[in-house]
């Protein structure tokens, strides 16, 4: 997807380590947001960003936590990866906080994390 | 009890057909509405947006909101082999990104 980049796309890792996942962008957007998303349970924002160092917790954050220090990256950090933690993991950005007809909300492709 | 409720489908139907694809939901708060479309192993992408109820239309896509009903469609005219893909309903009491519900999506297979 143009303008944002999930890496790695795919992670295999065992129960109990720790684990990030980082979304890059070069659309210099300032609002960054990690999503999930599960059969049946459709996407769920874990923590977003609005700004460096401005986080904030999500719909389901437990377990998880994230970091900006510079405005293109934003890692998600999986503290002690769990099998509940097996998911797709999306990264989006946009432009405003607030939506506007003519506003995109971009994601990234995904990276796919099992956890055995 | 879910926010928002999406059939998962899959929906198949032949090239040509008119495909309705529908959300319901539970607070009737909700004033803005978005479909989008999920191709395999990709991110979704924006398909439509609506505010508040009524009907708008892009194309072959027609986006339905009955409030009344909390229910919101979205229908695809003369669909594609290239409109297999999941489509995600979301919708949210504020227009703040952050604070979108999701629907699970239903997976829509057009056949040639």
């Known amino acids: 997807d143009a303008g944002i980049t999930q890496s790695p796309r795919h992670k295999v890792t065992e129960t109990g380590t720790p684990v990030t996942l980082r979304c890059h962008q070069t659309e210099n957007h300032r609002y960054m947001y990690w999503y999930r998303q599960d059969p049946g349970h459709g996407l769920r924002l874990i923590h977003y960003s609005y700004g460096v160092k401005d986080t904030d917790k999500g719909e389901v954050s437990d377990g998880y936590s994230v970091s900006r220090s510079k405005t293109e990256d934003f890692l998600l950090t999986l503290e002690s990866a769990t099998s509940s933690q097996t998911s797709v993991y999306f990264c989006a950005i946009s432009e405003r906080e607030f939506y506007r007809e003519e506003d995109g909300y971009t994601f990234g492709s995904g990276t796919r994390l099992t956890v055995v | 009890q879910k926010e928002v409720e999406q059939d998962p489908g899959p929906l198949s139907v032949p090239e040509g057909a008119i495909v309705s694809l529908n959300c319901t939901y539970s607070n009737s708060a909700f004033q803005y509405f978005m479909w989008y479309r999920q191709y395999s192993r990709k991110g979704p992408e924006l398909l439509m947006y609506?505010?508040?109820?009524g009907n708008k239309e892009d194309g072959r896509f027609t986006a339905q909101v009955d409030k009344s009903s909390k229910y919101i469609s979205l229908f695809i005219r003369d669909s594609q082999p290239s409109d297999s893909a999941t489509y995600l309903c979301?919708?949210?009491?504020?227009?703040?990104?952050?604070?979108?519900?999701f629907g699970s999506g239903t997976k829509l297979n057009v056949k040639p």
């Open positions: 979301a919708m949210s009491v504020i227009y703040n990104f952050n604070k979108f519900y």
């Open positions: 609506t505010y508040s109820s």
